[in-house]
């Protein structure tokens, strides 16, 4: 009995080995941790390197941006002489020599001064006129008796000489300084470079603009205003001015130092140029209403809309 309880036991633990090999039977895979997934776990894991982003090239706003004037080779500059020190105007040669704008206006030599007291009888010289509207400035004028001028220049080498014979259907003038244009004042354009300039189509700091007030024949005097160049902005107490009242409007006369244009004159010199009128015929207010000048197409701020001034 016991010989036959051992050799059952012998014969199951031979199954139970043999079923541990059979080709059904497989044995379990040992459990392992995965791998964390880096796209989640960057947010958390450090860096290796720091990169600093690139920076876009700075903007250039309107003011830093450079306009250059195109146009044909510019014949040389003939330097004018003189005899002082001050800088010296450009007397232009060739093709660039005049504007397109208007007739060109010769100021004749002055042996003699004009003695400056608003009485134009001595004047003998070529009288040009400024009775043409200018661009945005005509709609108030209703003709040459509302605005219109006869005008006389002349020079030498210490001054540019004006005399201006005025007619003005109603003579307002309350405003002085920078605001003497809301009045009925006098306003010329000189560029000193023509030349260097001739297809800048902007203001640069050898163009000026300077205004003549007769005042008001009573609390206000007689001035001059320099508006441009801007930096050089201020009221220009060498100008000397007498004015008469007229029963029509107003004769001027008017003696400018070249120093306050910082040019030497010399015969032959040329100048972009414009003479204008700003006009003003509400009493007791003070504003603009029209403008003439003896080019039509004068801006402000456009020198080559200028005419032509020549030294004879």
Known sequence: MAMRTRLLMMTLLASALAACTLPSFTSPT??????????????????????????????????????????????????????????????????????????????????????????????????????????LAGDNWTGASDLSATYYIGWDVNYLYLAVSRTDDTFVQISWGRYMYRGDDIEIQLDTGLAGDYYTTYLSSDDYQIGLSPGNFGSI???????????????????????????????????????????????????????????????GVSTWQSMVSNVNTRRTAAPTTWGTLILD
Do not use: C, M, Q
């Not at 958390?44 to 004037?69: G, Q, V």
């Not at 060109?104 to 009775?131: H, K, M, R």
């Open 30 to 135: 040992p459990f392992t941790f995965p791998t964390p997934n880096l796209t989640h776990t960057a947010i958390f894991a450090a860096t290796s390197t720091k990169t600093t982003p690139t920076l876009p090239p700075p903007e250039t706003t309107a003011a830093e941006t450079t306009i250059t004037a195109t146009g044909p080779a510019v014949t040389p500059a003939v330097t004018a002489t003189g005899p002082t020190s001050t800088p010296l105007a450009t007397a232009t040669t060739g093709a660039l020599n005049s504007r397109p704008n208007g007739s060109p206006v010769t100021a004749a030599f002055l042996s003699a001064p004009p003695v400056i007291d608003g009485d134009l009888s001595e004047w003998s010289t070529t009288a040009y006129v400024a009775n043409e509207t200018v661009p």
């Open 221 to 283: 005097d007689s001035e001059a205003y320099r508006w441009y160049p801007r930096n050089l902005e201020a009221w220009v107490t060498s100008v000397v001015i007498e004015a008469v009242l007229t029963n029509g409007g107003y004769d001027l006369e008017a003696k400018i130092p070249w120093s306050v244009f910082g040019v030497t004159p010399a015969s032959g010199s040329r100048f972009g140029f414009a003479l204008s009128l700003s006009d003003n015929d509400l009493v």
